[in-house]
């Protein structure tokens, strides 16, 4: 087998542990030259002045959201392949970091496998979604409201938000940037399809989740 050129890997994750799991498990294959970053900001300031062909994207970050990084960094370098890589199990979620651009999306949990085959799969051209988000997808979407499952994180965030606390209360409260912050309330009123913080209260209060 000939010897192909390195492609340039850029993974993009403020947890400390996934970055480096996720460099190991790639580090294993040669065809990597691999890149940590922990903020979305450091990879669109890298590809300004770096060729990048995989970037690997976790949806929240501690300066924005996945969602808005991957659309800037397509409109920057349309070529380059963009995937989620996430806890967030949304199919709303989902779908808006593909229409953005996205060419896959993995959840946290798969494994080791699942992650490189998904990898190899963008890569060839193809559309990247771990098997749980491929069952995600599948799921006929029906008009009737699928209760959105939480993090620890967003329900500790809703219910600072149900007991009225700002942004910076709560960032102060869970030490954690008022960025995070905002981040995580766009992200709850996408999952609850919510105009705004009262409607997202309400309907949480409705079902029972605070």
């Not at 806890?87 to 992650?115: D, M, T, V, W």
């Not at 919510?194 to 409705?206: D, R, S, T, W």
Request: glycine letters at 6%; hydrophobic letters at 40%; a neutral charge.
């Amino acid at each position: 087998m000939y010897n192909k050129p390195r492609l340039n890997l850029a993974i993009v994750d403020d947890h400390p542990m996934i970055l480096e799991g996720l460099k190991s498990l790639l580090q294993q294959d040669n065809q990597f030259q691999i890149f940590s970053f922990t903020k979305g900001s450091a990879i669109l300031d890298f590809i300004q002045e770096n060729q990048v062909d995989v970037v690997l994207l976790d949806i929240v970050l501690n300066d924005g959201s996945g969602l808005d990084f991957c659309k800037s960094i397509k409109q920057k370098l349309p070529n380059t392949i963009v995937i989620g890589i996430s806890n967030q199990a949304e199919r709303s979620i989902i779908f808006r970091f593909l229409e953005n651009g996205g060419n896959g999306y993995i959840l946290k949990n798969a494994n080791p496998k699942e992650i490189t085959d998904c990898i190899d799969k963008a890569i060839n051209g193809d559309l990247a979604l771990s098997k749980e988000v491929q069952e995600i997808m599948l799921r006929a979407s029906s008009d009737n409201f699928e209760l959105p499952r939480l993090t620890k994180r967003e329900q500790q965030i809703l219910s600072a938000i149900a007991d009225g606390h700002t942004s910076i209360e709560i960032g102060e409260k869970l030490f954690i940037s008022v960025i995070t912050v905002e981040t995580h309330r766009r992200n709850l009123l996408q999952k609850f399809k919510a105009k705004n913080m009262i409607e997202l209260v309400k309907i949480a209060a409705e079902n029972k989740l605070i």
